[in-house]
């Protein structure tokens, strides 16, 4: 095998890993009411730092079809078109939203510690817009209640998660196992 070769091999390699660690994170759950606490965004972060916009999206993409077919990969091992109709299904669409800013901004900008902070914050914004929007209109609670259930008990885990992702993507560099983005995203 070439080069070339070599990291096509890879990069189908660590797509399908992280659409497997999402299914694993996702079962790590707490329970605190509709909407559970569970580790799914590491990995989405995680993915988007690692992979790039392009690579990250299809991960996460595969993740979603995986559920989406009837497979046990979403939050208490459900799966099927139910999950995403019910009052957690906008986050899990969000997560593409998520992973593909966050990938993208890493491809365009590189793995600095502020790019990879920015792009998670404007990630998490935009899941908890698709995840909040989804709820208010799948549950019909208003605007605020649903930000008090959907949002304010989630940022502090959230945002450790997203210290997290970057200290393991930085160790990734650091010990030669993560590519460079602009390899990954040819």
């Not at 209640?145 to 970057?166: H, M, N, Q, R, W």
């Amino acid at each position: 095998m070439n080069k070339m070769q070599n990291l096509k091999v890879y990069s189908m390699a660590v797509i399908a890993l992280f659409a497997a660690v999402t299914a694993v994170f996702s079962q790590i759950i707490i329970p605190i009411g509709p909407v559970p606490i569970n580790l799914a965004l590491l990995s989405v972060f995680t993915c988007g730092c690692a992979l790039g916009w392009k690579k990250g999206t299809i991960s996460i993409a595969i993740y979603i079809l995986l559920g989406v077919v009837g497979i046990p990969v979403f939050t208490g091992f459900q799966g099927g078109l139910a999950k995403i109709a019910g009052p957690t299904g906008g986050y899990i669409i969000g997560y593409l939203f998520t992973v593909f800013i966050i990938g993208l901004m890493c491809d365009k900008l590189g793995r600095k510690v502020w790019v990879m902070a920015v792009s998670i914050i404007i990630g998490i914004i935009l899941c908890y817009a698709f995840g909040t929007a989804w709820f208010v209109f799948s549950m019909g609670e208003g605007i605020w209640e649903s930000f008090l259930l959907c949002v304010f008990p989630f940022l502090p885990g959230d945002t450790a998660k997203a210290v997290a992702a970057i200290l393991i993507i930085k160790a990734l560099e650091k010990s030669h196992l993560l590519p460079d983005t602009k390899k990954l995203t040819s």
